[in-house]
């Protein structure tokens, strides 16, 4: 009998656009996730693919954007504790899934993680709007202002207690979990300018890195653990996504018999 399978969709920022091409490739395969979790882009991805978005109408709709596409500056980035919004991000989802959606409404079950700032763990979102969930699981500290959502009053980027989600995936009762992990090690690929932004998403890529790290080694309910190999491709600049998105095509087109096998296809 044919096993269920999950994907976790990992963090990535512009590096996440490969998740794009991994869904692709898996399509083509005739393979499709009985559960998907994300977390920050992979959220985003995510969401937009289990409310029946196609990969192909994914990429046409982000390969040419930049960050003034998808955020406002804040005028009180201190007072609003982010120097931006993500008005523009939602509007840009918005209409690629063709209108508001809840989780209770997706064809394929889902669910995305984010971190709550103000007891300081991973919470997972699984009721409500789908895409108020997964842009508050976007939400990059001190670059985003953090996000509402339900009984939760600051949520902010979920890679920062939970990179790649996978735990969830098995208490959603999935039985082969594939984890995509798009950032990988991202001690060493990147220095810090001296720039104020640059040092805080520097701090939170090493916390991130570390953690995921240990994960990644345990391997906790953890079918396969998958990387495109992205070099040092930088997740904060919204480039190179063309790169991104047949990297993630390539390492699907290469896993999608071993992930056939696991699922006793």
């Keep these: 009998m044919k096993k269920t399978l999950g994907l976790?969709?990992?963090?990535?920022?512009?590096?996440?656009?490969?998740?794009?091409?991994?869904?692709?490739?898996?399509?083509?395969?005739?393979?499709?996730?009985?559960?998907?979790?994300?977390?920050?882009?992979?959220?985003?991805?995510?969401?937009?693919?289990c409310a029946g978005v196609s990969p192909e109408k994914m990429i046409d709709g982000v390969r040419k954007l930049k960050m003034a596409d998808i955020a406002y500056i804040n005028l009180s980035p201190l007072k609003q504790n982010g120097l931006m919004r993500m008005k523009k991000a939602r509007k840009i989802v918005l209409d690629l899934m063709g209108g508001e959606r809840t989780f209770d409404s997706l064809p394929i079950p889902f669910a995305c993680v984010a971190t709550d700032l103000v007891e300081g763990k991973t919470v997972l979102l699984k009721e409500g709007n789908v895409i108020d969930a997964a842009l508050a699981s976007a939400s990059i500290p001190g670059v985003f202002t953090p996000a509402a959502f339900g009984k939760y009053e600051m949520l902010i980027d979920g890679c920062i207690t939970e990179r790649v989600p996978t735990r969830e995936l098995h208490e959603m009762g999935a039985e082969v979990i594939v984890a995509v992990d798009v950032l990988g090690n991202l001690i060493m690929d990147r220095e810090p300018t001296g720039r104020l932004l640059n040092t805080v998403l520097r701090v939170i890529d090493i916390m991130d890195t570390r953690q995921t790290r240990r994960k990644r080694l345990s391997r906790d309910h953890v079918s396969l653990w998958l990387e495109p190999k992205l070099g040092a491709m930088d997740q904060y600049k919204f480039k190179d996504l063309e790169f991104a998105y047949q990297k993630g095509y390539e390492l699907g087109k290469r896993k999608a018999a071993k992930i056939q096998a696991l699922l006793g296809e």
């Design 8 to 49: 976790a969709l990992g963090a990535g920022g512009a590096r996440g656009v490969a998740h794009i091409g991994f869904l692709q490739a898996l399509g083509e395969a005739g393979i499709t996730p009985d559960f998907v979790t994300g977390c920050s882009m992979g959220a985003i991805v995510g969401g937009l693919y």
